[in-house]
């Protein structure tokens, strides 16, 4: 399986940003797919998730009403719609994908994920 992120640039605060998440290999429309961010010096952070088959979402406290995380798998893609950006939200944003059934109860930490992204970059200026 290979995770291809995209869509990370340079954005004033308050303005919108699409991340895209491309997987090859592996049908994931059974698995969970997460968003996490990291900036340096810091342990990555949980975003969102969306769980297993029941496509339920998740989203961390610090972006549930801002960003919406989805996915379309006919064409085997996650997607994170950032809106209201804040500079806090810089980061380097990775996209995964958890294969087994602990990653549909421990989505929110990192070690529940198989197969990570390469990571794109976010960048807020206030």
């Known amino acids: 399986v290979q995770l291809q992120a995209s869509g990370g640039g340079l954005v004033q605060a308050g303005g919108s940003l699409r991340l895209s998440c491309a997987a090859s290999?592996?049908?994931?429309?059974?698995?969970?797919m997460g968003w996490f961010r990291q900036t340096p010096g810091k342990e990555r952070e949980f975003v969102a998730a969306?769980?297993?088959?029941?496509?339920?979402?998740v989203y961390a406290n610090s972006v549930k009403g801002r960003f919406t995380i989805s996915r379309d798998d006919a064409k085997n893609t996650l997607y994170l719609q950032m809106n209201s950006l804040k500079s806090a939200d810089t980061a380097v944003y990775y996209c995964?994908?958890?294969?087994?059934?602990?990653?549909?109860?421990?989505?929110?930490?990192?070690?529940?994920?198989?197969?990570w992204g390469q990571g794109t970059q976010v960048t807020v200026s206030s």
């Open positions: 995964a994908l958890g294969a087994t059934s602990d990653s549909r109860v421990y989505y929110y930490t990192d070690a529940a994920y198989n197969y």
């Open positions: 290999g592996r049908a994931f429309r059974s698995w969970t």
């Open positions: 969306v769980i297993g088959t029941s496509g339920r979402t």
